[in-house]
């Protein structure tokens, strides 16, 4: 493990900051607005890497998860396409249970995480601990699997535990030398957690969300971009214009997936919100996000640009 500032803060055992804190101070890094794309496809490669290893130990642990899997891949597959055929192919074959093709990385989720993210970044306080975040905390993470569990899916179990093995490596425990103190203590919580019997669908959360917190003291970085929502909505609006120039000059490939990207922060951060406050320029949204939503790519990005400037401004003070 790297001593980078996160773990040799963590080390000193100084992670008993209080996360209450987080919200009355200004940040010195953002490394959701710095880096959306590069901790968007992080996230969802490692939520694949969870599904393969959750399906070797139990296939039918996954067996309900397939159009998840493939929201994921569609986070990736241009990008990670262009760079290495046979990384993508084998991620594929591994999902779909399948052998990959010879040749193929024997690690393809590790392949991946290399050649997605560069190491000057993925190794950085600030984006671990923003991985970290997303893991617990987004659609499919951590807190949203026991919660699963809770309510009568046992087979979300699995891919929950695996999750939180893959914020534990990013962390660097617990069990790990570089983890001690308050926030080691929550993942242990955590872990313990997946090894109960299920009765509260919230008490995961009730220990993700003070974890988070106090990763953000410990990085001095904002890990919820969706506390600004003007914020939000602008960092929406810049993934939609970076995906329909890459259309405008025909890269598709690119252009979806860079589209897929902003749909996902857009559902996570800013379309409940937008319901309340901008209900039309939401409704214009979510339509245009939808896949082949008109025949005029032009036409769809002009009517999807439109409508989340004006929610930009609906949604900034």
Request: net charge negative; glycine share 10%; with cysteine.
């Amino acid at each position: 493990m790297r001593a980078d500032p996160l773990s040799l803060v963590l080390a000193a055992g100084l992670a008993c900051a209080a996360p209450a804190l987080a919200a009355e101070r200004q940040f010195a890094n953002a490394p959701f607005e710095s880096h959306p794309v590069a901790l968007a496809q992080a996230a969802a490669l490692e939520r694949i890497g969870a599904r393969i290893r959750a399906a070797e130990a139990d296939p039918d642990a996954t067996a309900s998860e397939e159009s998840d899997a493939d929201g994921d891949l569609a986070l990736i597959r241009a990008s990670l396409g262009a760079a290495s055929p046979a990384t993508l192919g084998a991620l594929e074959s591994l999902l779909d249970g399948a052998e990959p093709a010879p040749g193929a990385p024997k690690d393809p989720v590790a392949a991946a995480r290399d050649l997605l993210a560069p190491p000057d970044v993925a190794g950085t306080a600030p984006f671990r601990a923003a991985l970290a975040a997303a893991l617990l905390l987004d659609e499919g993470g951590v807190a949203e699997g026991w919660e699963e569990v809770a309510e009568g899916e046992p087979e979300a179990r699995a891919l929950g535990g695996e999750e939180l093995r893959s914020v534990e490596r990013i962390l660097g425990g617990p069990g790990g030398d570089d983890l001690s103190g308050e926030a080691a203590e929550m993942l242990a919580r955590l872990d313990a957690l997946f090894a109960s019997e299920a009765v509260n669908p919230e008490e995961a959360e009730g220990i993700a969300q003070p974890l988070v917190g106090l990763l953000e003291v410990i990085s001095d970085s904002d890990l919820y971009p969706g506390r600004d929502l003007g914020g939000a909505a602008a960092l929406v609006l810049g993934l939609s214009r970076q995906g329909c120039a890459a259309l405008a000059r025909g890269d598709g490939a690119i252009g979806a997936e860079r589209l897929a990207i902003a749909r996902r922060y857009h559902d996570a951060l800013i379309a409940d919100t937008l319901g309340l406050m901008a209900p039309e320029a939401g409704a214009t949204i979510s339509a245009a996000f939808e896949p082949r939503a008109t025949d005029d790519p032009a036409e769809a990005c002009d009517a999807l640009l439109g409508a989340l400037a004006a929610a930009r401004t609906a949604l900034t003070p």
